[in-house]
């Protein structure tokens, strides 16, 4: 997932990317990341509303942890390949939060999360939300926040708490005290995204000072 640099100096404009490549494999990735959303979603669907059996859980699982993969292998061969494009770059980020916001909404549709580790998945997606506002802002000023360490652990916490807690009631029947590790990570995972949100807003807080001047 696209982040933010904890320091505010390092502000810079944005790098170019081609338009081209559309089709390209790194780009095919990103799409199938994509159309993986509804599918996690159904298979929770299915598996609670409808009753379909635990077993669905870990379809979604395998669905899930496939696309979280590509996560990492689309943008390493766009650069390995040199075929990074506008599409790419824009749906990259977009196909991350939307398989992150989905599953925690059908998570907590299903009571997976529940009572007060729904405030954890509030603060993720309250966060997406004003991050995606600053992001669209700053493009429109060409400028471009590099990624830190500290987002790259951020996204990894919330990738891996998600997974888990989407085996949540499949996985406990074998192993006693997953959802509750899950839920752990989950807490883990909102306070890392409370952090690096604080660093996205500072480093574009000054433009939107700026502006307002």
Not at 172 to 190: E, H, R, S
Request: with cysteine.
């Amino acid at each position: 997932m696209v982040d933010v640099a904890s320091n505010p100096q390092t502000v810079r404009e944005p790098a170019k990317v081609k338009r081209g490549h559309a089709f390209s494999l790194p780009n095919l990735l990103t799409y199938g990341r994509c159309v993986a959303v509804p599918l996690v979603a159904a298979c929770l669907f299915w598996s609670d509303i409808l009753e379909g059996g635990v077993w669905l859980r870990w379809v979604a699982v395998v669905i899930y942890v496939v696309a979280a993969v590509t996560d990492f292998f689309d943008g390493y061969l766009a650069r390995a390949w040199q075929q990074q494009s506008a599409i790419g770059r824009m749906l990259d980020p977009i196909a991350d939060k939307l398989l992150v916001s989905a599953s925690l909404l059908m998570l907590a549709s299903d009571g997976t999360i529940r009572g007060w580790s729904l405030w954890a998945a509030v603060v993720i997606l309250c966060r997406e939300i004003l991050v995606s506002g600053l992001r669209e802002f700053l493009a429109e000023l060409r400028v471009s926040v590099p990624v830190t360490r500290l987002a790259k652990w951020k996204t990894t916490a919330q990738l891996v708490a998600v997974g888990v807690l989407l085996a949540g009631p499949a996985a406990d029947l074998l192993v006693p005290g997953i959802t509750l590790f899950g839920i752990g990570l989950l807490w883990i995972a909102a306070l890392l995204t409370l952090y690096t949100g604080w660093d996205y807003f500072r480093a574009g807080a000054r433009h939107l000072i700026g502006d307002d001047a």
